[in-house]
């Protein structure tokens, strides 16, 4: 049933995909299972009360998880000009000076779409956390999986946001996405730990 050209794809030594496209296709999967949540809940009378509200967590998750699904193929796409920035010779200054300056230009969108992932995670997890409290009690162990796999997705991106900024010459530029990712990753966190360690009090 699963695809797994994908996975076979990530475990070659291609450049692409790499660990953004992976938290990446993590988040689509922590939406997906939250929707399966949803899903189970819709139709049953006892949920009657909650229907109106899981109906619209679940059309937000439906496009969360294909931003999330597209941001796979946006993470590759940004890493090709890094990839050809780092090809680039070095061997004179004129060439060193160029090749950084590639590089630079390349940073910027090599940083912005795991921020693009986490932004998106973040939203998904107001989702889950809604889900987990009012959604089917029968699933209530997959709203406490889509939290942990969300706050992967979240940590694993903020890794790619920290490790180009470590390249950059533009210290304030840096330090804003750094501070951004911070943030986002230390919010996603929280939450996510707050839904999976409730699901676990509930179901142990």
Avoid: W
């Avoid at 590089?103 to 939203?123: F, H, K, N, S, T």
Wanted: charge should be negative; hydrophobic fraction near 50%.
């Amino acid at each position: 049933m699963v695809d797994a050209t994908f996975i076979d794809e990530l475990a070659s030594a291609a450049p692409t995909p790499g660990g953004g496209g992976a938290c990446a296709c993590a988040g689509a999967l922590a939406c997906a299972l939250a929707s399966m949540v949803g899903n189970l809940t819709v139709g049953k009378k006892s949920y009657a009360h909650v229907e109106d509200g899981v109906r619209a967590s679940l059309a937000c998750l439906d496009a969360l998880r294909a931003r999330m699904l597209s941001l796979v193929d946006e993470d590759a796409r940004a890493f090709e000009p890094l990839a050809a920035a780092y090809r680039l010779p070095k061997a004179t200054p004129d060439e060193a000076a160029a090749k950084n300056a590639a590089l630079q230009q390349a940073l910027g969108g090599a940083c912005e779409v795991p921020l693009a992932i986490m932004r998106a995670v973040a939203d998904a997890v107001d989702e889950v956390a809604y889900l987990a409290e009012c959604g089917s009690r029968l699933a209530r162990s997959d709203a406490g999986a889509a939290a942990a796999l969300a706050r992967a997705a979240s940590d694993g991106a903020s890794l790619n946001v920290y490790v180009n900024c470590a390249s950059m010459d533009d210290a304030a530029r840096a330090a804003r996405y750094r501070g951004e990712a911070d943030a986002l990753a230390a919010r996603t966190r929280e939450r996510c730990d707050e839904v999976f360690d409730a699901v676990k009090a509930a179901i142990s």
